[in-house]
């Protein structure tokens, strides 16, 4: 007759086990002493060792480092340029001023709607000149497709292919970085039709 053996499941926990802890994750495993270890100077292992641990704090300093700098970095370009977008809105807005004021003009450059328009304009242009925005000279420069769109081509005796000859609505920049670019007329051989 066999005895039944007992459930493990069921069986209480013997006290001289010791409990399992976690190993964290970020912990390197332990390493295996290689056979040649055992017979290396202890002292070399404690300093191969020491040294393998220098290294890693010099690379995670360096990784921090380098981590404050580009979070200084993209934080100052946040606000350099928060407003470009409000600043790309006004510009519109800018545009169609500036027709009226040469509407008033054409009528009399003494009225006092002439140059009580003038007066803003002149304010809009320090605000915008204080904000870090800068009109791209376009004007007989070369076409440059980063800086300018071209709306047509013209045929212009004495001038280089690919010369800006017109301005049809201004470019502007925001310090480095383009708001809206030039809208252009260039000499060159216009199509057939």
Same mark, same amino acid.
């Given at each position: 007759?066999?005895?039944?053996?007992?459930?493990?499941?069921?069986?209480?926990?013997?006290?001289?086990?010791?409990?399992?802890?976690?190993?964290?994750?970020?912990?390197?495993?332990?390493?295996?002493?290689?056979?040649?270890?055992?017979?290396?100077?202890?002292?070399?292992?404690?300093?191969?060792?020491?040294?393998r641990w220098k290294d890693l704090a010099y690379r995670s300093q360096?990784?921090?480092?380098?981590?404050?700098?580009? %979070?200084?970095?993209?934080?100052?370009?946040?606000?350099?340029?928060?407003?470009?977008?409000?600043?790309?809105?006004?510009?519109?807005?800018?545009?169609? /001023?500036?027709?009226?004021?040469?509407?008033?003009?054409?009528?009399?450059?003494? %009225?006092?709607?002439?140059?009580?328009?003038?007066?803003?304009?002149?304010? *809009?242009?320090?605000?915008?000149?204080?904000?870090?925005?800068?009109?791209?000279?376009?004007?007989?420069?070369? /076409?440059?497709?980063?800086?300018?769109?071209?709306?047509?081509?013209?045929?212009?005796?004495?001038?280089?292919?690919?010369?800006?000859?017109?301005?049809?609505?201004?470019?502007?920049?925001?310090?480095?970085?383009? *708001?809206?670019? %030039?809208?252009?007329?260039?000499?060159?051989?216009?199509?057939?039709?």
């Amino acid at each position: 007759m066999t005895v039944p053996s007992p459930d493990p499941a069921t069986q209480p926990i013997p006290e001289s086990i010791p409990p399992v802890t976690d190993i964290p994750a970020e912990a390197p495993p332990p390493a295996d002493p290689a056979p040649e270890a055992a017979s290396q100077d202890p002292i070399a292992l404690l300093t191969a060792e020491v040294d393998r641990w220098k290294d890693l704090a010099y690379r995670s300093q360096a990784e921090l480092d380098n981590f404050r700098k580009r %979070s200084a970095r993209e934080a100052q370009d946040t606000r350099a340029y928060a407003n470009s977008s409000l600043l790309t809105a006004l510009l519109p807005i800018l545009d169609n /001023f500036e027709m009226g004021l040469d509407a008033a003009r054409a009528e009399s450059e003494k %009225s006092m709607i002439y140059m009580g328009m003038a007066m803003v304009q002149r304010q *809009l242009a320090d605000f915008l000149r204080d904000m870090g925005v800068t009109e791209i000279e376009a004007l007989g420069k070369p /076409f440059d497709p980063n800086l300018h769109d071209a709306v047509s081509t013209e045929a212009a005796p004495g001038q280089p292919e690919g010369t800006i000859l017109r301005v049809t609505r201004r470019g502007f920049r925001l310090k480095d970085r383009l *708001l809206r670019p %030039s809208s252009v007329i260039v000499a060159g051989t216009p199509p057939a039709a």
